[in-house]
């Protein structure tokens, strides 16, 4: 099988899946399974997206060729490393749900994040293990940004203000919050100077003060 329109599967009975040599799908679904490590190490793109949810002992998941995705989305309490080295775009989001005790998140080369016009969120990441959320690749961002209730530094949160400052064009009417952090991020005295430059842009910011 090297390429799938969709593959949905919902079972907690399952506890190996092998398709190595998947090279593109549309979307795929895993609800319930119990494979501790998730690898799939050849698909390139997902138009539509990942959706993992409701996995009692998943703790990884590695996707080392992904390139381009719509929508990512992963959620299980046990979780606590997805990786996705070669992804350069995802057209819609990112985001977790319940995934508390991820602690890495490897999206080292991402360039764009969304599409043009989105002013939903395109990232949501949550989790209270998380201490980086290191994005240096990121050429740009759509819609609105969201990274609170993590462990993120203040170098970390202040990075980051940076890095949405030198985006061309200039960010406009974008909702970021970076607050509530674990311990707080009060952010450094560039970072303070960043996040007023996003505010007099006609952004929303808020951050650990």
Known sequence: LTQANTISIASTSLSTLNIPSLVNANYIGLTGINIPNLVLPNITTLPTGLGIS????MAS???P???SAGAISLSGSI???AAFPALLTITNSISTNSAY???SLNLNVLAQLGSPGMTSYTLRINSTKLTALNLPALQYFYGNFEANYNRLTTANVSALLHQF???TPTLTGRYIDLADQSPSAPVNFQGFQDKQTL???GNTVITDI
């Open 54 to 57: 409701s996995t009692a002992i």
């Open 61 to 63: 998941i590695s996707l």
């Open 65 to 67: 060729n992904l390139t």
């Open 79 to 81: 979780l606590t490393s």
């Open 101 to 103: 005790n991820l602690v």
């Open 165 to 167: 400052v030198l985006m």
């Open 199 to 201: 505010i007099a842009n």
